[in-house]
């Protein structure tokens, strides 16, 4: 079965310090990968997709992603942690409309 | 511009009785997608319309669940004969033309059966 995986529920790390919040996928053709964040009670908010080309893509609010066909992953970083990036995030493949269950993401000040 | 609306944001049911949820799409948005959130979970894919016609409705769980697009903008999905399982968020989204365009979603609308 296709299928997004993401491994952690929650992910804690330090404001100022770096972020990666892990994805892979299992999906036949060429993936659509998609991150999204959701605050409480809103919908859910683009980040960043990659579709072809570069593998290394930059979104918006100083995220980024890379693409590792190798490793089937689509991890999402961020050099410097926020407060305001604590939420919920969602990793996706559109092409296969399949959204992972989500990682929690606490920035401790 | 206005992004994706959905109403209404929460509706309260009696299990049995029958339901409609509405989504309003970007304008000019020829792709319009149904989603279900079950608290916890990410995301479960229910339909996908392109234009006025259902694309792909293999999401649908069962023949309680249906939905319209008449006029290949507005979008209502209909739920008859409630059930208890049914209660999660109902999210809309709509996309332009490429496959590979972003899904923009709307805030949701809260069902919750009882």
């Known amino acids: 079965a296709q299928s997004v995986a993401q491994p952690e529920d929650q992910v804690n790390v330090a404001e100022g310090n770096p972020l990666t919040v892990k994805c892979t996928y299992s999906v036949s053709g060429n993936p659509y990968l998609f991150w999204y964040v959701q605050y409480p009670n809103r919908g859910l908010q683009f980040l960043l997709k990659?579709?072809?080309?570069?593998?290394l893509v930059k979104g918006s609010y100083g995220f980024e992603a890379e693409f590792n066909k190798s490793q089937t992953s689509f991890h999402l970083k961020k050099p410097s942690a926020l407060v305001s990036d604590s939420a919920l995030y969602f990793c996706?493949?559109?092409?296969?409309?399949?959204f992972g269950t989500g990682t929690r993401l606490k920035v401790l000040a | 511009g206005a992004g994706v609306s959905q109403t209404p944001s929460n509706k309260v049911t009696e299990k049995g009785k029958y339901v409609e949820l509405r989504c309003d799409p970007i304008s000019g948005h020829t792709a319009l997608y149904w989603y279900r959130q079950s608290l916890g979970q990410g995301p479960e894919f229910l339909i996908y319309?392109?234009?006025?016609?259902?694309?792909?409705d293999s999401g649908l769980p069962n023949d309680r669940f249906f939905a319209v697009r008449p006029e290949g903008s507005v979008s209502t999905l209909k739920i008859q004969r409630t059930e208890r399982g049914d209660s999660a968020v109902y999210l809309c989204a709509s996309r332009s033309s490429g496959r590979g365009d972003t899904q923009y979603f709307g805030p949701g609308t809260r069902l919750t059966v009882l």
């Open positions: 996706a493949a559109h092409n296969k409309y399949i």
């Open positions: 319309f392109q234009g006025t016609g259902a694309a792909d």
């Open positions: 990659y579709i072809t080309g570069d593998n």
